[in-house]
């Protein structure tokens, strides 16, 4: 079995590129939320004719889908994930844009678009989304919900406020708020399994907010404290939360 510092090495050498978890295969697992969000958007993209996705990462989810509609535009703010989502996607005719995530302005026409969708979204601009949004269209996310990961945060952070701006409800006010109709509205929490501690340091890596200013020399005597851990019980169990919305714009 490899050394503490053996998986701490290994996975800070990892390649981190895009939205790609593949490398934690057989060293952490996650459950699906059962609404299967791609094949919901596989099916709309089948109907749609201008889509808008938004936080793209680095387009796994869209270059996955079997069909596009015959206008696609992919936007993402990290620059590093817009080449490699320019590289996915542009070969099959989707435009790639570069676009300012923390800023409220999407850099669209108004009433552009007949479906706007977006998976995990780090801010959702509900105002913008309106604007874009055709009479009758709609907005289709999967989102993160409120205290994911709370369990792995805690143990690197020590204990966190109650409250969290990720509540289902916050989101339904606030697409409200901006004129939409929620048609739809589902949150499930999901086991999340690490079986070695460079599985949670690639983690840590990939997303980022989960524990901000993550490094290893920042928390190597909280890693080795997890390590035990998982080599006492085989596996650090964790739980993520996801919910799904769906939003119409009046038509």
Do not use: C
């Not at 978890?21 to 109907?47: H, I, M, T």
């Not at 990462?57 to 996955?64: D, I, P, R, S």
């Not at 690639?202 to 020399?217: H, K, S």
């Amino acid at each position: 079995m490899a050394s503490f510092d053996e998986l701490i090495a290994e996975a800070e050498a990892a390649p981190i590129s895009g939205w790609d978890f593949s490398w934690l295969d057989g060293r952490a697992s996650e459950e699906r939320p059962s609404w299967r969000y791609a094949e919901l958007v596989a099916v709309r993209y089948g109907l749609a004719t201008r889509v808008l996705d938004l936080q793209s990462g680095g387009g796994e989810l869209l270059a996955k889908l079997p069909d596009w509609p015959p206008l696609l535009v992919a936007s993402e703010g990290y620059p590093p994930n817009v080449a490699v989502a320019a590289r996915a996607l542009r070969p099959r005719g989707a435009s790639v844009v570069a676009a300012n995530d923390d800023r409220p302005a999407l850099p669209f026409a108004d009433e552009s678009f007949d479906l706007v969708t977006s998976r995990h979204p780090i801010v959702t601009w509900w105002g913008e989304i309106a604007r874009v949004l055709r009479p009758g269209g709609t907005y289709l996310s999967q989102q993160v919900g409120p205290h994911t990961v709370r369990e792995l945060r805690e143990f690197m952070l020590g204990p966190l406020p109650s409250g969290t701006a990720r509540d289902p409800e916050v989101a339904r006010a606030h697409a409200e708020a901006a004129g939409l109709v929620v048609n739809d509205i589902r949150l499930e929490r999901l086991r999340m399994v690490f079986y070695d501690v460079g599985a949670v340091v690639y983690f840590l890596r990939l997303v980022v907010w989960t524990v901000p200013g993550f490094t290893v020399a920042g928390h190597r005597d909280r890693l080795e404290d997890l390590h035990e851990q998982i080599e006492r019980d085989g596996s650090f169990v964790a739980h993520a939360t996801r919910f799904l919305i769906e939003a119409t714009k009046p038509g």
